[in-house]
């Protein structure tokens, strides 16, 4: 269920004020660890790797809606202390939960409330699983636990980098690759794909991989390397937590320099319009014309906050150049009239005043955008695709993609965006007002393993943008998520209407939804992640039910003993 955000006092409500609303977001972004006393370590953890320190922490996720006390971690120097660690689980029944910077909304690692005496190990790969190397001209080789902003930099000081990249540097490659994380690109009308390079999720471009797997000669598990051709890999390249993956090889391309242009005068009607209703500023003509887009759709509002990337190799006359990421300060710094609102609508349950925040936001946006420069920029990929610091607004995240094909992604904005307008207004009429954050929309090319030019490629079983071989014209994804603050009144219940247009609307007639793993999804009204309908049923559907099965059975046979597995994982997987 939606919990509000004063976890950290439950008992008084009134506490979420506005600067209290502003210290819980700084301090979610690092949990620290308190360190173990050896006696109760020892008592607690007998056994455990002597050369592996232990430490107590808390685990709180993106929005603090998932939060555990005390849990045990550590932080493996090597992957063979990664291993130990493991096989020390395995042998005293304790499961293995790796944390990197606990960037998500659903419950994949860890069940919220998990007490502190649960046999729940976090294994933080941050601190020591950050190597960086390049294995060819155009492979690098990194830990997980690196971040996307130092890989990112990284390939950018070798002339390197990716098509798309989610706008947060701060996830952990592995956890991004875990969710099969994505930006947002498909190639311009008349673009071709650039050697290394991919459209779809960030999984796609894996070479190959190393796993702490089991093994049954050994009678224990080990490091095994998969490379991308093996059956076994399929499954790995987008595992849900289900596994516990220490390195890949990355295929890349040469880094391009882009142009992010902002726009907030186009009205959402226009925007979103139905196709064929005229020859207007559409999401479609942006995406012919760019390839690259992104929409922020503030509630109750009538013009997106609309983003347009594009190649330029040479900087345009009216561009900024940006040599660091993170442009947009009036975003990754909460405004002051946006926080006064948040800590009022809150602390006084003056819900109410959704339509006033979601104007306060837009407006912020709009006149950030002026007053810092940051409405046509330029500069290395890496400069605009990232801008999304921690300290940005905490909100909850449905999500879905929408696959269909190129020309199918305006009716798909469209239809979507027609049932979110009518819904809101009923809503409101009615004095319920259950989103305060906004819209965003994204679109993605798919998985397509020939991009990663490698004989044999196999697409990732369980990732989002996996094609699907009976439906060839399904070459895109639309991204769509629908922001808000947690507690918000009947918000479950018009995400759950959201959730079920949206599988009945798109079914794999004309296109096909599925959920997006790290986002919020099968929602009653009374909570997140608690439909057994989907949860048993569509989301195995919606993936294939043959390619479910081929990937539950690879993670269990990698995993006979369930060390990498929690109570969310196994409602899910059954």
């Known amino acids: ?112 409330r998990t007490p502190s005496g649960a046999p729940v190990l976090l294994v933080d790969t941050a601190p020591h699983l950050t190597g960086l190397s390049l294995d060819s001209p155009t492979a690098v080789r990194a830990g997980t636990g690196v971040t996307m902003e130092a890989l990112l930099t990284f390939l950018e000081e070798h002339g390197l980098g990716v098509t798309a990249a989610p706008a947060p540097g701060v996830l952990t490659l592995g956890g991004a690759l875990a969710v099969d994380a994505h930006g947002t690109a498909v190639p311009a009308r008349g673009e071709r794909r650039r050697p290394g390079h991919t459209y779809g999720s960030l999984s796609n471009l894996i070479l190959s991989l190393t796993a ?223 989103v305060n954050g906004s819209v965003e929309i994204r679109v993605t090319g798919l998985d397509d393993p020939g991009d990663v030019g490698v004989p044999g490629a196999r697409p990732p079983l369980l990732s989002a943008l996996r094609p699907r071989e009976d439906r060839p014209e399904w070459d895109t994804a639309v991204w769509l998520d629908v922001l808000t603050l947690p507690g918000t009144p009947d918000a479950e219940a018009f995400l759950s209407e959201v959730e079920r247009f949206l599988l009945r609307t798109f079914d794999g007639g004309s296109a096909l939804t599925r959920v997006e793993w790290s986002k919020g999804w099968a929602y009653t009204d009374e909570g997140v992640w608690s439909d057994e309908g989907v949860l048993g049923d569509v989301v195995p559907a919606a993936v294939g039910r043959a390619e479910w099965a081929q990937a539950d059975a690879v993670l269990d046979r990698l995993d006979p003993h369930r060390v990498y597995a929690n109570a969310f994982l196994d409602r899910l997987f059954g």
């Open 1 to 112: 269920m939606i919990t509000g955000p004063a976890h950290n006092d439950p008992s008084n409500a009134s506490s979420w004020t506005r600067r209290g609303f502003l210290l819980t977001a700084a301090a979610l972004a690092a949990v620290p660890g308190l360190p173990a006393d050896p006696a109760a370590a020892a008592a607690e953890l007998p056994d455990f790797p002597a050369d592996v320190a232990l430490y107590r922490s808390a685990y709180r996720n993106w929005v603090g809606e998932i939060t555990a006390d005390g849990l045990w971690a550590c932080a493996p120097g090597s992957p063979n202390q990664l291993v130990a660690v493991v096989n020390w689980a395995w042998r005293h029944g304790w499961r293995v939960r790796a944390r990197g910077a606990a960037h998500g909304w659903s419950p994949l690692t860890v069940t919220d």
């Open 212 to 434: 702490v797997v089991w093994d049954d000669g050994a009678d224990a598990y080990v490091l095994r390397t998969f490379q991308r051709e093996d059956a076994d890999c399929a499954a790995l390249l987008t595992h849900l937590g289900r596994s516990l993956v220490t390195e890949v090889v990355l295929r890349v391309g040469a880094n391009t320099d882009l142009r992010c242009v902002s726009r907030t005068d186009i009205p959402a009607g226009e925007l979103f319009a139905a196709p064929g209703s005229g020859d207007g500023r559409t999401l479609a003509s942006f995406l012919d014309e760019a390839g690259r887009v992104e929409a922020i759709w503030f509630a109750f509002t009538e013009h997106p906050w609309l983003k347009v990337w594009s190649l330029a190799p040479s900087r345009p006359l009216t561009s900024r150049k940006v040599t660091r990421p993170y442009n947009y300060p009036f975003s990754d710094n909460v405004p002051a009239p946006v926080a006064a609102l948040v800590g009022r609508m809150t602390s006084d349950a003056a819900w109410y005043l959704a339509p006033v925040l979601g104007t306060a936001q837009y407006e912020a946006a709009a006149l950030g955008l002026v007053a810092t420069f940051s409405a046509d920029l330029w500069g290395p990929s890496k400069n605009t695709l990232l801008y999304l610091k921690p300290t940005t607004l905490r909100v909850h995240a449905n999500g879905y993609a929408v696959l269909t094909s190129r020309d199918g992604v305006q009716r798909v904005v469209s239809e979507f965006a027609a049932f979110y307008r009518e819904r809101l207004t009923a809503y409101a009429a009615r004095g319920s007002f259950p």
